[in-house]
């Protein structure tokens, strides 16, 4: 079974009442993200004959998030059905010369391509809201210098680029993150045109942030010094919102019973800009504890892309043996273990996966 997050929560509305009886959203939000992530759990995968590992390992967890699989999440309303010839984007604001451009002119301007991979900040440790993907754009940087920006505002430490929504959402990111070459504006996911449930005409894709960041159904761009309070920022999540580290088990999941002396584990881990440098694991208890052993990485697709990687569990014994993962990001830094709430800026901690080993 595999459900897209929107149609999960469609099939669970009946437990809506879970908020009556005074369960906080955020719990909802971190249950529902369990849920979503058990239906779609899967169990032992194997090597097929003369397969590589990691041909293997990307096999069973695809490196590239269909559209009808990508996760969607917004601030609940209906997503906004934009015509692609009537809709125009206003770049405003502090700016020299403001102007507005349709979707016409802005798919003619230079497009760039990246492999990047994107997570929901109020997404739980081991949770299903993370998929990577293809995205096709116009860097922001092209409309800010078009609009032209004094260098008193460029030398604000207050300058923040204002977006707006069309389903009234709204946050804002420094001028230094505009000017990265890395942020798009994007109208293509995975070679289409972007969904509308992905934010269609246009989305905002900004290196190494959570998707809150990444503003979808885009119809204004304002630069102000007069900085900016975004849509979850004032209801207590983070305004830097940069990926927190992560890990997982894709490949069996939470828990397992095997028959067999080696099982292969499969998972991906991401750290946004930062990278991957090393995934280990360590696995059993007491006697047959193992050390931190680092797993098999495939090269990820971009910089901005998460890894896929494979390892090897060997048992001399039947018992129970819990497994633990942990990432090592591009500057050297370890996942840590401390477990914290999505709230505000992001979960952390690490996944563990159960293996009971039978009949040996």
Request: aromatic content about 8%; proline content about 6%.
């Amino acid at each position: 079974m595999n459900l897209s997050r929107r149609r999960l929560l469609q099939n669970i509305a009946g437990i809506a009442p879970l908020a009556v009886i005074g369960i906080p959203r955020d719990a909802q939000a971190s249950m529902m993200g369990h849920l979503f992530d058990w239906l779609n759990s899967r169990p032992v995968e194997t090597p097929r004959p003369g397969e590589g590992i990691l041909e293997f390992a990307a096999r069973v967890v695809p490196e590239v998030t269909a559209n009808d699989k990508f996760y969607v999440q917004s601030i609940g309303h209906a997503s906004p059905e934009l015509s692609r010839r009537e809709w125009r984007l206003n770049v405003k604001g502090e700016v020299i010369e403001p102007f507005s451009v349709t979707f016409a002119e802005l798919s003619a301007l230079g497009q760039e391509k990246t492999w990047a991979t994107m997570t929901c900040i109020g997404n739980p440790v081991g949770g299903g809201q993370i998929g990577n993907a293809l995205w096709d754009g116009v860097p922001l940087k092209t409309l800010i210098e078009r609009a032209g920006v004094a260098e008193s505002v460029r030398r604000s430490v207050s300058a923040r680029v204002i977006f707006r929504a069309a389903d009234g959402y709204h946050d804002s990111i420094s001028l230094e993150q505009a000017l990265d070459s890395r942020t798009l504006l994007c109208s293509r996911m995975n070679r289409d045109y972007l969904p509308r449930d992905h934010g269609a005409p246009f989305r905002l894709l900004v290196p190494g942030t959570y998707g809150l960041k990444n503003v979808k159904w885009i119809e204004s761009i304002e630069i102000s010094t007069k900085g900016h309070g975004g849509y979850w920022q004032s209801r207590g999540w983070s305004d830097e919102a940069i990926v927190e580290t992560l890990s997982r088990f894709e490949a069996p999941r939470r828990r397992v019973e095997v028959q067999t002396a080696e099982v292969w584990l499969v998972g991906s881990a991401f750290a946004g800009e930062r990278g991957i440098r090393r995934v280990e694991i360590t696995y059993g208890l007491g006697k047959r504890l193992q050390p931190w052993v680092p797993a098999m990485l495939k090269k990820p697709l971009g910089p901005l892309a998460w890894t896929i990687w494979a390892f090897r569990v060997r048992f001399v014994e039947n018992g129970f043996y819990p497994v633990t993962a942990r990432a090592v990001d591009g500057t050297g830094e370890v996942q840590t273990g401390e477990i914290s709430d999505p709230q505000p800026g992001g979960s952390t901690g690490h996944m563990g996966l159960s293996i009971y080993v039978k009949g040996l």
